[in-house]
């Protein structure tokens, strides 16, 4: 989120804002402009484009008013020629309406809080400088700087009482080279004595990122308190946790948050986190879930103040076990689990307005539902069905008059939120940011196909249509094969794997909910574990040769696809195929599972899914490792990869591609020098698009394209 900034941050975001009319002309003006280009643009088109994806509005929220009448959402912007996203802050009736803007900047705001009295919207922003906080009105008047914290602060959140704040901020414990050689101040170089040296994208940088808190009253705040002294220790847990792993008592007196207090080495194999609550009255901080083994995260206090909850995995050094949803009774120190006998995850809990119920989200039969847990008794009712996956929500008034404010997605639109009426259903949408655009796009038709598997088992198999799908026709297919391991092929709007744009390409895409992925029940999940090469991988054959028996699809015609554990899997089938396929396209792929176990940084999760060390227990990494079928490759082969993606370091597509040039396989490397795991900037987004489907049109359908070195 950091940008460049002018050193007046705070002058330049008080005239961006408060100066409503200037500025609002000119964003209408914008507007019109913007909206006659997408018409001249979009209806000469018929079918999804890489720019046209790249084009749509992200929005993301919602953040509920403590009244619950209203909400505040963002919505992020790309802009393609400056390679560069924006996100904007808007106000929206829970009863829907038109949209209010709130911000109009150059930065981005983000981490939205509403003040508990109502009368003021806290948000962080890196326009001054460092991501500081800010507040506004709630009709975007009267911005203005909060916090003046060196380094900045994330994870901002007000007390439930109003008169403290908690936020975090990076806080330096480790001595760098150039601490302990101050008379060698251009040497460039780290000594390691100890692993998690580096994490999925981002090196160690001698910080840890500690809780603190802040007396709080009308916009000033007192000095910040360190709730974690010295402990080489972070909240939330790195690199993919955020505000949801910190949580407030109702009274404002204690807060909870979500640690993992080993490091090193013992970090890198455990999983182990637990939830602390610190008293603000004596200081004092207490371990709530000792002896409890898996990951523990996302407390969650109770209006009532009388309960905590939490989602806790039962095992150690297992990172995809059952996430459980369990409670503590805060008179009496009675944990419960409420999920015993839900075969299913739970995710991002969030208690009524009454304390008597927690909603939460979980995958189930390819898609992601919202759920009910009644408090006293742990019955659970499924409040949500169809084809889409609902994401993040607010609570919205209490008893008959009581909704969800959520987010949602299909495969066949971005993320939109909508009311969902906890008493009668009834699930009613809020915003249409991309309606214009959508609108004159023809989408493929997307389905459920149960595939048998070659064990009898039944498989969900989410089949994507070209627009337009002419059943006399032939169309050449895509396997996708998904990541994770542990990752459900649900109803997400993916900004890169998009199977929208796969058939608007002309392709039938066929993806399915191979052994391995949630939604399925435990021991579905568990069987991919020790197991990479096996059942797995025949469920992906499975479910292509099912397609490929329809008049429709041309069997000479088939590719395979996939990202993470879905490059694994190409990689494994270019060896292992029989001549099924005529392209692969693996990113970010394991290839050599020997050299992926020492190279890659969470050591528990090939600890658990191969079953320990190669040097402990060989079996899995000769059996499955896919540079262990190289012989057998014959099939032209794109490989693509980002230097800072340390989970699958790149050296594994680079081996890869070395071993199809040295074999003579058409073969091509992507190679993106700032990237990671992911393609996260616009114009790298749209050439990945791109060399794509040049990829596959030049190998599946010989049409010739663009080359590389």
């Not at 936020?167 to 760098?176: E, M």
């Not at 009581?402 to 949408?429: F, P």
Request: net charge negative.
């Amino acid at each position: 989120m950091n940008r460049d900034v002018v050193n007046d941050g705070e002058k330049t975001l008080l005239s961006s804002i408060t100066d409503r009319g200037t500025n609002m002309k000119k964003l209408l003006s914008a507007l019109v402009l913007f909206s006659l280009f997408l018409g001249m643009a979009t209806e000469a088109q018929d079918v999804l484009t890489p720019e046209t994806l790249w084009s749509l509005r992200r929005v993301s929220g919602p953040a509920m008013s403590p009244d619950g009448t209203q909400f505040v959402y963002g919505v992020r912007v790309y802009d393609i020629e400056e390679n560069r996203g924006n996100t904007d802050l808007f106000l929206l009736s829970v009863n829907g309406g038109e949209p209010v803007q709130l911000t109009d900047t150059p930065g981005s705001e983000f981490n939205y809080v509403w003040r508990p009295d109502g009368e003021r919207i806290g948000f962080l922003s890196a326009l001054s400088g460092s991501v500081q906080l800010w507040e506004m009105n709630p009709d975007g008047s009267a911005v203005r700087q909060i916090s003046d914290i060196a380094g900045g602060i994330s994870n901002f959140a007000y007390s439930p009482t109003g008169d403290h704040i908690s936020f975090t901020r990076a806080v330096k414990l480790d001595q760098t080279i150039h601490d302990i050689y101050p008379d060698l101040p251009k040497a460039d170089a780290r000594v390691m004595d100890q692993l998690m040296y580096r994490h999925w994208d981002t090196w160690h940088d001698y910080a840890y990122s500690h809780l603190f808190i802040a007396e709080y009253s009308d916009g000033e705040i007192g000095e910040p308190i360190d709730l974690m002294p010295g402990e080489r220790y972070d909240t939330p847990l790195n690199p993919f946790g955020g505000g949801e792993q910190i949580g407030w008592s109702a009274d404002g007196r204690s807060i909870a948050y979500t640690s993992k207090k080993v490091v090193g080495t013992a970090y890198a194999v455990s999983t182990n986190s637990d939830i602390d609550v610190y008293d603000i009255a004596t200081g004092n901080t207490a371990n709530l879930t000792q002896g409890m083994m898996g990951y523990d995260t996302e407390p969650v206090f109770s209006p009532d103040g009388r309960y905590l909850a939490w989602l806790s995995m039962e095992r150690d050094g297992y990172e995809a076990d059952r996430n459980r949803l369990f409670v503590r009774d805060l008179q009496n120190g009675v944990n419960r689990e409420l999920t015993i006998g839900f075969d299913q995850d739970a995710h991002g809990p969030a208690w009524s307005n009454d304390s008597r119920t927690i909603h939460f989200t979980s995958e189930t039969q390819g898609t992601i539902q919202l759920f009910a847990a009644t408090a006293a008794d742990g019955t659970i009712e499924q409040m949500t069905e169809g084809q889409f996956n609902y994401g993040g929500f607010g609570v919205s008034g209490t008893g008959s008059d009581a909704s969800l404010i959520v987010s949602r997605t299909s495969m066949s639109a971005a993320a939109d939120i909508y009311n969902l009426s906890t008493a009668s259903g009834q699930v009613t949408q809020l915003t249409f940011a991309n309606k214009d655009i959508l609108d004159s796009i023809e989408l493929g038709k997307v389905e459920p196909r149960w595939v048998t598997t070659t064990d009898g088992k039944e498989m969900l198999t989410w089949v994507i249509y070209p627009p337009g799908f002419d059943p006399n026709r032939q169309y050449p297919a895509l396997l996708y094969c998904q990541g994770g391991p542990q990752g459900t092929v649900s109803q997400f709007f993916s900004y890169r794997w998009n199977f929208q744009m796969m058939a608007a390409n002309g392709y039938v895409v066929v993806a399915p909910n191979r052994r391995g992925v949630p939604s399925f029940g435990q021991e579905w999940k568990e069987q991919i574990s020790g197991d990479w090469g096996g059942q797995a991988m025949q469920d992906l054959l499975s479910a292509i040769d099912d397609i490929a028996t329809e008049p429709y699809v041309d069997a000479e015609r088939l590719g395979a696809v996939g990202a993470s554990f879905g490059g694994y899997s190409v990689f494994w089938l270019a060896g292992n195929h029989e001549g099924r396929f005529k392209a692969f396209i693996s990113h970010d792929g394991a290839f050599n599972l020997e050299a992926m176990f020492g190279a890659t940084e969470e050591i528990f999760f090939p600890n658990f899914d191969l079953d320990g060390a190669y040097w402990d227990n060989p079996t899995s990494y000769e059996q499955f490792s896919p540079h262990n079928f190289v012989g057998n490759w014959d099939t032209p082969m794109l490989v693509i990869h980002g230097q800072k993606d340390f989970r699958l370091p790149v050296t594994e597509s680079m081996q890869a591609f070395t071993a199809a040039q040295l074999k003579g396989i058409p073969s091509r490397f992507l190679y993106f020098p700032e990237e990671s795991h992911w393609v996260l900037s616009a114009q790298n987004g749209i050439l990945w698009q791109r060399v794509f489907f040049d990829w596959l049109g030049t190998e599946l359908e010989g049409r010739g394209g663009a080359g590389g070195e």
